[in-house]
């Protein structure tokens, strides 16, 4: 017997999740950078005291690079971590496939102007 996938992923899984596009081209990219951060670490053998003094940065910090907690390390930091380490970023972009809706603005609360109007 064969089990039936009971989601079938179309496309990007963190669309599927409900981020946005900036999200989660914001979410690729820090993950792409702590993962080549972490594969360096990993090849040169760094021990946390050693990352201490070469990110110059504080302990607790470098546990949290460590852990790979992406939430709670902004892009700028792992650009600055990618560049003590040596290591070269580049960034690569291209054209949607799907063109971008414009969205009307929403349109004022109802209630708010129901009050404006008692005034």
Known sequence: MTTRPTHITK????????FTRAEASALKVKADLLDA????????????????????????SVSILL??????????KLLYY?????IRVSLSTETAKRPLTVRKPPA???AGRLASAAL
């Open 37 to 60: 951060i972490l594969r360096e670490i990993e090849k040169r053998g760094y021990t946390q005291r050693q990352l201490v003094a070469l990110l110059d940065e504080y302990q607790p």
């Open 67 to 76: 852990q790979g907690k992406i939430s709670k390390v902004s892009i700028e």
């Open 11 to 18: 496309g990007d899984v963190l669309d599927d999740l409900g």
């Open 82 to 86: 990618s560049d003590r380490l040596n």
């Open 108 to 110: 004022a609360h109802s």
